[in-house]
């Protein structure tokens, strides 16, 4: 069963307005919590990280957020224009291996429209 | 955008070929790794490699190969492809830890594989 789970699976919105994705995930124990942009046909881009101190993270436009104590993460998009249009994949890092295991979520497929 | 390389991007063969797929970073990352991934799927880490000489199986079963002779080059090996190969192939890479103790995993723009 996946540990990292997203919700909407996809999500059509018009330029301009704003969007709330979630992430549930029952990963542990956690070391961090990333939110990737993945355009189409290409690698994922990462977006924002958090750790378990931290509860709130903006980049430009982006805002994620982090309760690590009910396990949850959203990531805000403010504004959004056509260019937002991807997918956005919540991964989760634990921190019981080495390597720092990467749990990613199968991502919510955002579409804007102008 | 990050210095991570992945050759060809799209490939078309057919049944029982050798392929390579290429990765190259130029960032002097220490570890690497490859997941394949389906449309509308999550990343299933298939190999990765903490440095040269060191190469692990990932999570998901892959009958496909890598080698790390170069800090900078991992490239991924099917022996004979077969339809069941058919995905995406992204390659990545990581190296100073950040704060909070796990490095940022940086990724190629993926190869496009389609096994007829």
């Known amino acids: 069963k996946n540990q990292v789970e997203q919700s909407p699976q996809s999500l059509i919105i018009l330029e301009g307005k704003n969007c709330t994705l979630q992430?549930?995930?029952?990963?542990?124990?956690?070391?961090?919590l990333r939110w990737y942009k993945q355009d189409t046909g290409r690698g994922p881009v990462s977006l924002t990280i958090?750790?378990?101190?931290?509860n709130t993270k903006s980049n430009g436009r982006y805002t994620a957020t982090l309760d690590a104590d009910t396990k949850q993460s959203s990531l805000h998009i403010t504004a959004s224009q056509l260019s937002d249009s991807a997918s956005y994949i919540c991964?989760?890092?634990?921190?019981?291996?080495?390597?720092?295991?990467?749990?990613f979520g199968r991502g919510t497929q955002l579409t804007v429209w102008p | 955008e990050a210095d991570i390389y992945q050759t060809p991007r799209y490939l078309v063969i057919g049944t029982g070929k050798k392929i390579t797929l290429e990765c190259s970073q130029t960032?002097?990352?220490?570890?690497m790794y490859w997941y394949q991934q389906d449309p509308g799927m999550e990343l299933h880490l298939i190999h990765y490699?903490?440095?040269?000489?060191?190469?692990e199986k990932g999570d998901l079963s892959s009958e496909s190969t890598v080698s790390r002779i170069r800090t900078e080059h991992f490239p991924l090996t099917l022996e004979s492809a077969r339809p069941s190969h058919t995905s995406q192939y992204l390659c990545?890479?990581?190296?100073?830890?950040?704060?909070?103790?796990?490095?940022?995993?940086?990724f190629g723009p993926g190869t496009r594989l389609t096994v007829l």
């Open positions: 490699s903490y440095g040269v000489n060191s190469t």
């Open positions: 960032m002097g990352h220490d570890k």
């Open positions: 992430c549930n995930y029952t990963v542990s124990p956690f070391s961090n």
């Open positions: 990545a890479s990581s190296g100073t830890a950040e704060r909070g103790g796990r490095d940022t995993q940086y």
């Open positions: 991964v989760v890092s634990d921190r019981g291996s080495t390597l720092g295991r990467l749990y």
């Open positions: 958090m750790t378990f101190s931290e």
